[in-house]
């Protein structure tokens, strides 16, 4: 059983959820919610109705649901995981808006990016089904998700493997849209994702510095950029 102590603020919780408690104790619940709080609903005398997504339940068990839903709610704020910023946080202004192809995945930035650069690399073209990758790096305070953290997947390339093991991919996984490189402290954005109006005004900001592992290039860039044959000041200008 979860604890019950912070009924109250649960019940805030519950509002921004929008759900409805009743003061006799008849919750209105989410589809699914029963499975999510089994244990909690074994706890006692409960009567709930599937179909119709309501139950009459007990106070403990009540109190038990609304912080459950607080923690849920909690944890939807928080996006993406520590580090990041939160969509609470109303000291957060928001400088530019990205979204996936088909927009279940949503995020903002607060700030401009602090470097950009092209890589030339093969994971990174063969991901991306492009001659090369264009990114843009965020600190992670400065990138918070407004939607979408059940449709992200992650993807380690290094190790072939589907899991969050950083450095990673984020895509999308209903639309399948790659989202991000996300490193151990910063946020690698794809600048194709972001609104910069109709037709696009791409800001000075997200302008690439260089070029990195220019050496297995496949294409010949020439804009006078610096270009590295691995990474940016640890490799061979070319
Ligand atoms: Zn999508
Ligand atoms: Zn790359």
Redesign the pocket.
């Known amino acids: 059983m979860v604890e019950g102590d912070r009924a109250l603020e649960g019940a805030e919780v519950d509002a921004e959820v929008g759900r409805e408690v009743a003061e006799d104790g008849v919750v209105v619940l989410g589809v699914g919610v029963e499975l999510l709080f089994g244990d909690a609903l074994a706890d006692g005398p409960v009567a709930f109705d599937e179909g119709l997504g309501r139950g009459t339940l007990g106070f403990r068990i009540l109190r038990g649901i609304l912080y459950a839903w607080r923690e849920m709610a909690k944890q939807a704020s928080s996006g993406l995981g520590p580090g990041y910023g939160s969509a609470e946080d109303e000291g957060f202004i928001v400088k530019y808006r990205a979204r996936c192809h088909c927009g279940a995945v949503r995020y903002e930035v607060g700030a401009d990016p602090v470097d950009a650069k092209v ?3 093969r ?3 063969v991901l991306h089904g492009a001659p090369m ?1 264009w990114a843009a790096i965020f600190h992670k305070r400065d990138v918070r998700l407004v939607a979408g953290v059940e449709d992200l997947r992650f993807y380690n390339s290094e190790l072939g493997r589907r899991e969050r093991v950083l450095p990673c991919k984020v895509s999308c996984a209903q639309c399948g849209t790659l989202i991000a490189d996300e490193g151990r402290r910063m946020w690698l954005a794809f600048p194709t994702l972001f609104d910069f109006g109709t037709p696009p005004q791409v800001p000075d900001a997200f302008l690439p510095t260089c070029h ?2 220019y050496a297995t290039r496949v294409t010949d860039m020439d804009d006078g950029l610096p270009k590295w044959s691995g990474h940016k000041d640890e490799s061979t200008l070319l």
């Open positions: 890589c030339h690399c994971a990174c073209r990758q990195i592992f």
